[in-house]
Structures are given as structure tokens and as C-alpha cells.
């Protein structure tokens, strides 16, 4: 792949930053939690799988890092790390999974050298990006099946391979496709405010050479009644118990557009994405970020000074608007509690 998202060197995490994406292509580098929380709170890394991700390694610098002060030091330090981890953003529940993961290493070694805790620390941190990447691929290999060769699928955000360890999710889906032989083309909403389907799934989209177009979030209703859309496959951050699925905003509206016409609504779903503990969508946390992102952006700003301004960044999709979850283990068809209960059987 042409799109290395996040990668270890030199005893550091590097993330592409991808605020700056498509203009400028650079990695910064990070050497301890609070860096890395900085980099997913600021948006360098965003997508529910690079989060976790993100978040695996933070915890694997901090233990790094401290390995010359105290064992009090040391413990207490890696504790804070943890905190200012999970503190770093609200919605993508992946976070919190890897953290948890994490942190269940931690519980099993903390007898251990400090040395040998941050060895252990960092070994899970790259099982956890491996495992993405693996998970990945399965869930392309079930989207890709259906998906008839020739289709036009629309596509709202980046679920690509930089919003997760790599490959993708809902862009993971297009890529397998076409490994398998099949001829389709991408439609990639702009995805405002944030501008994550023009700067980022264009982008990707570009550098790997698969067709695609970009419209504005409002074209799609036309694109659909004007018979040029066949399917639309959207990544999640958060899926809860009954299949409500909380995506970047705007979802919702295309799922009821794509309702409307026929059309089917696939959410590339790892397993790790499901919140059992969420009983349906209106207990999903919706982050609210900064105004800046919606009255302009970078140096041009385009709103009135002073206006009042709301900025969800997440909206919830019911699941009876959804046709299928696309998980590493198969398709969750119409999902549901009772079929997403069975498939963690």
C-alpha cells in the first residue's frame, strides 16, 4: 500500500498529519501518552481503528519512557498515561477497547523489571496494529462480495487505510474488490466541515489510482434519484448493542437518502467497533468540536464574526437503516441485538 498511516521508527510512534493531507504529506513524531493524546484530540490521527491504535502505542511510550525514574514514578506515571489517553476523544469506542487491552497487559506484568513491562507494553501495541490490519483485510474480502463488478459506491468520510492501522474499513471494501478483479468507481462526499472525504478519501483514492469522484455532501440525494449511485459503504466509530451506528456526520442523512431510493447502506464494522455496553444509539457520546471547523478554514474564513455556530461531529444511524454490518467474521444482514449477540458466540 501507498498510504502508511502510522509507523514505528527509532523508538518512536510517526503519524502522518493529517490535517494538512492533500497539500502537504509529513509525519510527526511522538515519544510519550500526552503527544499521542495531543495528536488524536488535534485530528493528526483520526478514524475509530488509528485511534486505537494510537492509543495502544501512547501507553507502550509512556512505560518507554519512564524507565529511569522510580518504580513509584514508573506505575503512577503509566496510570496518567492511561488517563490522558482516554481523555483525548469521546465517540470512537476503539479507544477505549485498545486501552483496555492495554491495560490488561499491565495488570498481568506490574511484578515485572521495568524494562521487561515496557517490552510487554509494546509487543500488544504492535499485535494491536497488526491485528487491525488483519481484521481489515477479512472484512474487505465480505464487502467485496457484495458489491456487483461495475458499481458506483458512494462513500461519506475517510474509512480508508488513514483512518485505521491500514488497508481500511469501508475503503478496505473498494480496495479488495478490486484485488479481486472487479471494475467499480468511488463517489466521495466532501464530508464537512472537516473536509475528510475531499483532503482524505480523494486523496487515497488518487494515490492507489481507483476511479473516483468527489461531490459536495448535498449532490448525493441528486447522484441517487439520477440512478447514479448502486451501493454505499460507510466505516463507524461506535455500533451499539441493538446496530445503531454513530459515523461521522452527515451519515445519517445519506442513509435515508439511500433508504428512500432502494439503494443498500453496508457500515464496515470490526468487531472491536461494537459497544455492548451501549444499549442503542441515543446513549452514544457526540463529541462538539471547535466552531473554528465550521465558520472557515485554515486562513479562510467565511462566516460572520459573532455568528452562533454547533458542530457535531457524529450523528447516529438507525439500525433498520442499515442493510448490513461488515465485520471480520461475515455480514450482519438487517443487524439487530439478538444477531449481533450471536456473532461474538
Known amino acids: 500500500m501507498k498510504v502508511e498511516t ?27 501518552a500526552a503527544g499521542v493524546a495531543e495528536g488524536i484530540r488535534s485530528m493528526v490521527v483520526r478514524g475509530a481503528p488509528a485511534i486505537g491504535v494510537a492509543a495502544a502505542y501512547g501507553v507502550a511510550l509512556e512505560a518507554m519512557r519512564l524507565q529511569d525514574v522510580s518504580e513509584v514514578d514508573f506505575y503512577s506515571g503509566i496510570s496518567a498515561g492511561f488517563t490522558v489517553l ?31 513491562v515496557a517490552r510487554s507494553l509494546l509487543q500488544e501495541a504492535h499485535e494491536i496494529f ?29 474509512a480508508g487505510a488513514l483512518a485505521t492501522a491500514g488497508w481500511g474499513t469501508a475503503l478496505g471494501v473498494f480496495r479488495s474488490a478490486i484485488e479481486a478483479g472487479k471494475k467499480i468507481s468511488v463517489i466521495a462526499d466532501e464530508t464537512r466541515p472537516f473536509l475528510q472525504g475531499a483532503r482524505l478519501t ?87 468540536r471547535s466552531a473554528d471547523e465550521v465558520t472557515g478554514y485554515r486562513d479562510c474564513q467565511w462566516a460572520a464574526h459573532g455568528v452562533s455556530v454547533r458542530n457535531p461531529s457524529f450523528d447516529v444511524t438507525p439500525a433498520e437503516l442499515v442493510t448490513g454490518l461488515i465485520t471480520e467474521k461475515g455480514v450482519i444482514y438487517q443487524p439487530d441485538r439478538q444477531k449481533i449477540e450471536a456473532i461474538f458466540r
Not at 477505549?96 to 511484578?111: C, K, N, P, S
Request: net charge negative; charged share 20%; with cysteine.
Open 6 to 32: 502510522m509507523r514505528w521508527v527509532d523508538g518512536r510512534l510517526e503519524m502522518v498529519d493529517q490535517r494538512i493531507l492533500p497539500a502537504v504529506f509529513e509525519y510527526i513524531a511522538y515519544d510519550s
Open 86 to 116: 482516554q481523555q483525548s476523544r469521546p465517540t470512537a469506542v476503539n479507544l477505549f477497547w485498545a486501552l483496555r487491552r492495554m491495560h490488561a497487559v499491565w495488570d498481568g506484568i506490574q511484578t515485572k523489571a521495568k524494562d521487561q
Open 130 to 158: 497488526a491485528e487491525d490490519i488483519r481484521i481489515n483485510r477479512a472484512m474487505g474480502a465480505f464487502g467485496a462480495g457484495l458489491l456487483p463488478d461495475g458499481a458506483r459506491v458512494l462513500t461519506h468520510c475517510n
Open 202 to 288: 480523494a486523496w487515497e483514492m488518487v494515490q492507489e489510482g481507483i476511479p473516483v469522484t468527489l461531490i459536495t455532501d448535498n449532490m448525493a440525494g441528486y447522484m441517487m434519484a439520477s440512478g447514479e449511485i448502486d451501493a454505499v459503504v460507510v466505516g463507524t466509530d461506535r455500533v451499539a448493542a441493538n446496530g445503531d451506528v454513530a459515523n461521522k456526520i452527515g451519515t445519517y442523512m445519506v442513509a435515508v437518502l439511500a433508504h428512500r431510493h432502494n439503494i443498500p447502506f453496508y457500515v464496515a464494522c470490526p468487531l472491536s467497533t461494537i459497544d455492548p455496553g451501549i444499549a442503542d444509539g441515543s446513549a452514544i457520546p457526540i463529541e462538539e
